[in-house]
């Protein structure tokens, strides 16, 4: 069973940037959708980014819109999370999973509740933002 790997998190003041990588070996290539989200100490998990490569606009939360980019390198099998001007808000413990499914009333949504739905959640990136 596939199981993502979550790196580039740390510790930034606020309006700062970082770029966290989700990889897993043989499995992030065509026609998979990845999501990224997080879980702040005391709430709720929530879904942040979605990117599936077969011709559906990447999902953001509304919180991510306009600061955060997803990406994907298929070579790589690697996808990215670039955050900018970030907030304390956004601090967390970032996690990718596999989204291959309708979720939300699209593919590659966000539907909160069915977390076990998805599959290859890693360990997780640990994001802090200083204010």
């Known amino acids: 069973q596939v199981q993502m790997v979550e790196s580039g998190g740390g510790s930034v003041q606020a309006g700062g940037s970082l770029r966290l990588s989700c990889s897993a070996s043989?499995?992030?290539?065509?026609?998979?959708?990845i999501g990224w989200f997080r879980r702040a100490p005391g709430k709720q998990r929530e879904g942040v980014a979605t990117i599936y490569d077969g011709g559906v606009v990447p999902y953001y939360a509304d919180s991510a819109k306009g600061r955060f980019t997803i990406s994907q390198d298929k070579a790589k099998e690697t996808v990215y999370l670039q955050m900018n001007s970030l907030k304390p808000k956004d601090a967390g413990m970032y996690c990718c999973a596999a989204v291959n499914g309708w979720y939300g009333g699209r593919w590659c949504g966000i539907e909160p509740g069915r977390w076990a739905d998805l599959s290859g959640w890693g360990e997780g990136t640990q994001v802090t933002v200083s204010s």
């Open positions: 043989r499995y992030i290539s065509s026609r998979k959708c």
